[in-house]
């Protein structure tokens, strides 16, 4: 049988491995340094935790994980069980009898069941981040995958906006890091009820704010169609519009809106949060940080974000992906397990989109795919007992290295050497034990020299 791996998912190489060893290192410090605590939650759930949860067509990609020794039912419940099978087809949550767990959909209901079970022992307000794989039975494709990492920080037990200004904070030291021209766009579940209000379907505010969300893939004129199969007004269109069109910097933008939102409390609310949070930002950012945009458009986590909502993109102009981070404040989401009133703010980092995007523009330091970065040759005999002297010097004095493990002809670990990318090669022969030197090769420029050991460990120690 040809070996394979499910459709989805992925092998990483050790130079991909250190690559995202590199990523998720430098958002840790970041996280680390804005005084986040890490958390990790199991890879499965009980299935009631996460059904429900991400809306209907979550729900449909939710992994389910059958029940073990169902080989061991009894003939009354292998016929319950035969009349489930059909339930899971159309439903996205079937009986105890077939399942009971799944693999977690993201890291953000997790947290919160989590939350919810250790709130007596958390110090309030709760900032954590996590880093761990989610599986969605989402069709693959680019910058889509079944298996995905996600890197998720939040704050919960506090409803100051100075939380979300510190998430656009981390947002814009940690692309800044890495070297990736990003936008950070902001909007408000609050204002997108405002808009909902004015053009007269306070009631249809998830059909426009959907229909809205298109506009960067089909235009003004394909939202204009949208709005209307859904049953909204010219009128009601043409005020939409107009919101929607408002431009300049994000302060005239948050000035108009306060003006378009006159007839609408929840409108003048999330202008006000707005401005406050991007206030705050600026504050801890002076003169500098990633570009952030006003965006009414922007509608994400509609299901549970409550306050502001924030989504991430490359700005590079031969980047074609999709976001590649995002969040929002969610006043309740512990109150789906019962804690009621402990508002939360997070956002995650969408690792695997933003690998590809580093990759595809090459960002990651040239350094990181080469591992170790020298090699000893082994010539065998007492010469391999001196190899392995120089070696544990070497790695004492904190130089990455290793020994080819046998005595094979010279010619076939040279090869090695260069296969593997070596930026130099130590050949610690008989001449060289004799006189306590070591032949020194520079895989990059071609020069060879021979040089006392300490010497040569010195030279690579600060190369």
């Known amino acids: 049988m040809k070996p394979s791996i499910p459709q989805g998912t992925r092998d990483f190489s050790p ?14 410090n970041i996280f680390e340094l804005y005084g986040f605590q890490p958390l990790e939650t199991p ?58 767990r799944a693999l ?3 890291l953000t209901i997790p947290f919160a069941r989590y939350v919810v079970m250790h709130q007596n022992d958390l110090a309030l307000p709760f900032r954590r981040y996590q880093m761990q794989p989610v599986w ?8 889509r995958y079944r ?21 656009l904070s981390i947002y814009s030291q940690a692309f800044h890091q890495l070297g990736l021209p990003v936008v950070i766009k902001v909007n408000s579940r609050k204002l997108l009820q405002g808009l909902s209000v004015i053009c007269g379907y306070p009631e249809k505010m998830m059909d426009i704010t959907i229909a809205m969300d298109k506009l ?26 107009n919101a929607i069109m408002i431009t300049g910097t994000n302060a005239e933008k948050l000035d108009a809106f306060e003006r378009v939102m006159a007839g609408s409390e929840a409108g003048r609310a999330g202008v006000a949060e707005i401005r406050k949070s991007l206030a705050y930002y600026e504050t801890l950012n002076p003169g500098k940080g990633a570009e952030v945009v006003v965006d009414i458009s922007l509608a994400r986590g509609l299901n549970y974000y409550t306050g502001v909502i924030v989504e991430v993109v490359c700005s590079h102009p031969d980047v074609k992906m999709g976001s590649i981070g995002g969040g929002g404040r969610y006043d309740d989401l512990t109150g789906l397990f019962g804690l009621k009133g402990l508002s939360g703010v997070g956002v995650s980092f969408g690792i695997d989109r933003i690998y590809d995007v580093l990759d595809e523009l090459g960002l990651f330091p ?16 007492e010469n391999e007992v001196f190899a392995l002297n120089i070696l544990a010097q070497l790695r004492k004095a904190g130089v990455a290295a290793e020994v080819y493990p046998d005595a094979a002809k010279f010619d076939k670990q040279m090869k090695y050497a260069n296969k593997r990318g070596f930026a130099y090669v130590l050949m610690p022969g008989d001449e060289e034990r004799a006189a306590g030197q070591v032949s020194v090769k520079n895989f990059v420029t071609g020069e060879q020299q021979r040089m006392a050991v300490g010497d040569a460990i010195t030279l690579l120690s600060e190369s």
């Open 43 to 100: 890879a499965m759930e009980n299935l009631v935790t996460l059904t429900g949860k991400y809306g209907e067509e979550g729900d449909r990609l939710i992994f389910k994980i059958l029940n073990n020794g169902l080989h061991e039912k009894n003939e009354n419940d292998k016929a319950k069980l035969n009349a489930e099978w059909a339930n899971m087809l159309t439903k996205p949550y079937t009986s105890p009898v077939v399942t009971e």
């Open 15 to 28: 130079e991909v491995v250190r690559k995202r060893q590199y990523l998720f290192n430098t958002l840790r």
């Open 366 to 381: 040239e350094q990181l795919v080469q591992g170790a970065r020298v090699m000893l040759v082994n010539f065998g005999g």
């Open 147 to 167: 298996e995905f990492w996600q890197c998720d920080a939040d704050v919960v037990g506090s409803t100051s906006l100075i939380n979300e200004a510190e998430l």
């Open 136 to 143: 969605r039975a989402d069709r693959p494709q680019k910058g």
């Open 216 to 241: 960067d893939k089909i235009g003004w004129s394909g939202v204009t169609t949208e709005l209307q199969a859904r049953g909204i007004s010219d009128e009601g269109i043409a005020t939409l519009e």
């Open 104 to 106: 977690r959909y993201d």
